[in-house]
């Protein structure tokens, strides 16, 4: 059974950092592509960052560039989303994502409000 389970959302401050996780199970976790999505209230899906199979490459959102770094422990199974500096702007459900070819499973999301 595949699974992702995010954690590490909460209330922040802004300016303040957090790390979200995301656990994977049920499939090879490290020939696929991981992604981390989020969702603001009356928002669109946003694609925030992304991460090859191998982690050598990544990709981040202009909107968060400078401030977010996207990595994975393949020995773990784990995809890791650490958020500095943080905005209210920044508050949404954070979905990671996992892709290889027609496969795409989803996690269930964490929220993360930055507010003070």
């Known amino acids: 059974q595949v699974q992702l389970v995010e954690s590490g959302g909460g209330l922040v401050q802004p300016g303040g950092s957090l790390r979200l996780a995301c656990a994977a199970s049920?499939?090879?976790?490290?020939?696929?592509?991981m992604r981390w999505y989020r969702q603001a209230p009356g928002k669109e899906r946003e694609l925030v960052a992304g991460i090859t199979d191998t982690g050598d490459s990544t990709n981040l959102a202009d909107s968060v560039k400078g401030r977010f770094t996207i990595s994975r422990d393949n020995a773990k199974n784990t995809v890791y989303l650490q958020m500095n500096s943080l905005k209210p702007d920044d508050t949404a459900v954070y979905h990671c994502?996992?892709?290889?070819?027609?496969?795409?499973?989803w996690g269930q999301g964490t929220q993360v409000t930055v507010s003070s």
């Open positions: 049920g499939f090879t976790f490290s020939i696929y592509e």
């Open positions: 994502n996992a892709r290889l070819v027609w496969h795409n499973y």
